[in-house]
């Protein structure tokens, strides 16, 4: 099954099952979430929780379980052991999350426009085999013009440029209504301009009360635009603030080499974009 045939998939599977959000309860709880594949440990004992409005950056070396860690969350694959809520109810019963993949698993050439991926957002909340409606088709463009590719809508996927493709996900994420946003690499291939873009939306997310996990693997990146970090490998090495997570020791830990950093002030450590894409 293709990437847009899981997210179309987990978007049916919302619009049957959905549950009015815990009054108290935090957007996000992850409890010692586990996953295993047959080779071996992906993720061990995870364990945090997200309020509303939070952004927080997942960052480790490549196969330390980044995408894994989304993937559970999203639904796409399942857990080992642990349990993850949303809102106080199992995720399958929400309609508020929305997966932002990573663009190696996408098929570009798949036969489908802009304005298709992004109404994708909108089966869940719109119910099975029912037609798109003014309001739908409203949220959509409105998506589409926060992520600055409302004059895109009828542009065939493959015809955009790398910084356009990671923004249409994002536009279909806002199309959603979605409360949590799952991010697997955005930044991943896109220059300094194209990041910025991002970080620009990511702001205006964050206006909205809407909560972020996103996953990167430049760890320099991460302290200087992150303010709260989640540092992986296989297991959780630290959670908190860049400054208190992103230590020399922690770094030591997750990589498992001396690093040859530069540190700052504050002892955050200033590491190269030296990583690929998480694997795991």
């Not at 399942?78 to 929400?94: A, E, L, M, V």
């Not at 929305?98 to 869940?124: H, I, K, L, S």
Request: with cysteine.
């Amino acid at each position: 099954m293709t990437m847009f045939g899981e997210l179309q998939k987990i978007s049916q599977h919302l619009s049957k099952n959905r549950q009015p959000h815990h009054s108290g309860a935090p957007i996000l709880r992850v409890q010692d979430i586990s996953v295993s594949y047959e080779t071996g440990v992906a993720i061990k004992n995870i364990g945090f929780e997200l309020d509303v409005g939070d952004i927080l950056a997942i960052v480790g070396p490549n196969g330390a379980g980044k995408s894994t860690l989304l993937k559970v969350i999203a639904g796409i694959i399942n857990s080992t052991g642990g349990n993850i809520q949303i809102f106080g109810h199992d995720p399958g019963s929400h309609i508020c999350i929305a997966y932002v993949p990573q663009r190696n698993q996408v098929d570009w050439e798949f036969p489908v426009t802009v304005a298709d991926v992004v109404m994708m957002g909108r089966v869940g909340q719109m119910g099975l085999f029912r037609n798109a409606k003014g309001r739908d088709w409203k949220l959509v463009h409105q998506a589409l013009e926060i992520v600055g590719l409302d004059s895109y809508i009828k542009r065939q996927i493959s015809q955009l440029s790398v910084g356009q493709q990671q923004r249409m996900f994002i536009a279909r994420a806002l199309a959603q209504e979605a409360e949590l946003i799952l991010m697997d690499e955005p930044l991943t291939g896109l220059d300094a301009s194209l990041q910025e873009e991002v970080f620009r939306i990511l702001d205006s997310l964050q206006t909205l009360d809407v909560t972020v996990l996103i996953s990167h693997h430049d760890v320099k990146s991460v302290a200087q635009r992150f303010d709260h970090v989640l540092l992986l490998n296989k297991e959780m090495l630290g959670i908190g603030r860049a400054d208190q997570v992103l230590t020399s020791e922690n770094l030591s830990i997750a990589y498992g080499v001396d690093l040859d950093l530069a540190a700052t002030d504050d002892d955050t450590l200033a590491l190269g974009d030296m990583y690929g894409d998480d694997k795991s």
